[in-house]
């Protein structure tokens, strides 16, 4: 069965470094998602992402965030300065448009662990 | 915005005995998605629901969706410790298909 997969699964970086998190959808899924979790709380929507533009954000995603689809595979999310705060699980997830109700779904990575020191 | 309703927030059950997790949505949904999350690891896909009134079972879980699409349930029978964890509902609201909500988990502790 088709995969979304992250890497690393798990990243610690210094306070005001920048990191790149990465993702591959799945192949021919059009719609790509990154969600935050902080630990013990909730899965917490982040940015969608179709036709190679931001579709929509939420608040959390603010100018430190961008997403970028560099090579028509890849998709990744850089946090600029990270903080403290941004230590969480980050998931990626891709979607095959609407419309197609049978092959219609959601898939998640398994996650990236960042650690912010 | 939307949010999805999870009850209860925490269950211990003794081994053996079966138990329900419900989730709740104010507005209509195009798809019901439920996971099951070991504390501070990834997302495991459990089971989708897309039509009114469907019902999936994977071994000992059943799901359930609602005729409005809008309430779903997970019923598991006989739990086993093996069920522990957390258990999040996910969905995507019919008039945006940009965003995917996952309600906040209930934790189950199932006791031998």
């Known amino acids: 069965e088709p995969e979304v997969t992250q890497t690393p699964s798990h990243q610690v970086t210094q306070m005001g470094q920048e990191v790149i998190l990465r993702c591959v959808p799945i192949?021919?899924?059009?719609?790509f998602y990154w969600y935050r979790q902080i630990l013990g709380q909730k899965v917490e929507f982040l940015v969608s992402?179709?036709?190679?533009?931001?579709?929509?954000k939420s608040e959390i995603f603010d100018d430190q965030f961008s997403v970028e689809r560099p090579d028509g595979s890849n998709f990744t999310l850089k946090i600029r300065s990270t903080k403290l705060e941004d230590s969480a699980m980050y998931f990626c997830?891709?979607?095959?448009?609407?419309?197609?109700?049978?092959?219609?779904?959601?898939?998640f990575g398994s996650g990236t662990r960042l650690t912010v020191v | 915005s939307q949010e999805l309703e999870q009850s209860p927030q925490s269950l211990i059950v003794q081994e053996g005995k079966n138990l329900t997790i419900n989730c709740t949505s104010s507005?209509?949904?195009?798809?019901l998605y439920w996971y099951k999350q070991k504390y501070g690891e990834g997302l495991i896909f459990l089971m989708m629901?897309?039509?009114?009134?469907e019902e999936k079972s994977h071994e000992k879980i059943t799901a359930k969706l609602d005729e409005k699409k809008q309430q779903s349930s997970l019923h598991i029978t006989a739990s086993q410790p093996s069920h522990a964890g957390i258990y999040l509902c996910?969905?995507?609201?019919?008039?945006?298909?940009?965003?995917?909500?996952f309600g906040s988990g209930t934790k189950l502790n199932v006791k031998p």
């Open positions: 997830a891709s979607s095959e448009a609407r419309g197609k109700a049978l092959n219609y779904g959601y898939t």
């Open positions: 192949s021919n899924h059009l719609y």
């Open positions: 992402f179709y036709n190679n533009e931001i579709s929509e």
């Open positions: 507005k209509t949904l195009y798809g």
């Open positions: 629901l897309q039509k009114g009134g």
């Open positions: 996910g969905a995507d609201p019919v008039y945006n298909f940009n965003k995917f909500y």
